[in-house]
């Protein structure tokens, strides 16, 4: 997938963006990700929006490994501790339920060093319309060869294989 854009999350171009990295698997996606002064909220915490975009994009590439793409309908955040800067922070998103158009998706933000929760969520994503879909693809150009990788690190995955990236 082509990243050289300004998405907040994983496009390359935005200089204040996160910059995430995700590992995909059946109806799962990672990132790590350690924040700075840049994103931080009080001394020495990342800022409440900040981590709920973490988890917004992780649980939405939950749903990407499929070929879906998908827009964030409703999203509720726990925090559950400050979340410090300067340490590694491991982010999962999975796929709790699938509907007609509605996909259910749940995600955590946790401490790498001890895996402690410091934030959970829940949100619900719609699918995104055909026309949508198809125009996105074609801005994002390399999408199918995208897709294609994340499907293969998912079979390899089925098959017991390692754990590819899907990006």
């Known amino acids: 997938m082509n990243f050289d854009h300004w998405c907040f999350a994983c496009g390359r171009r935005n200089p204040a963006g996160l910059h995430l990295d995700f590992d995909v698997a059946t109806n799962r996606a990672e990132a790590r990700y350690t924040g700075d002064r840049l994103h931080q909220g009080y001394d020495g915490a990342l800022h409440g929006g900040v981590v709920t975009a973490l988890l917004d994009e992780t649980m939405g590439w939950a749903i990407f490994h499929q070929g879906v793409w998908g827009v964030t309908a409703r999203l509720a955040v726990t925090f559950r501790q ?24 749940r995600g955590t933000v946790r401490r790498g060093a001890d895996d402690t929760v410091l934030a959970e969520a829940e949100a619900v994503f719609l699918r995104m319309p055909e026309r949508r879909r198809l125009e996105l693809e074609r801005r994002y150009a390399t999408s199918a060869d995208a897709f294609a990788r994340v499907r293969a690190a998912v079979a390899a995955e089925a098959a017991g294989g390692p754990r590819g990236e899907g990006r």
């Open 82 to 105: 400050p979340v410090p800067l300067g340490e590694e922070l491991r982010v999962t998103g999975e796929v709790v339920r699938e509907r007609s158009r509605a996909i259910d998706t």
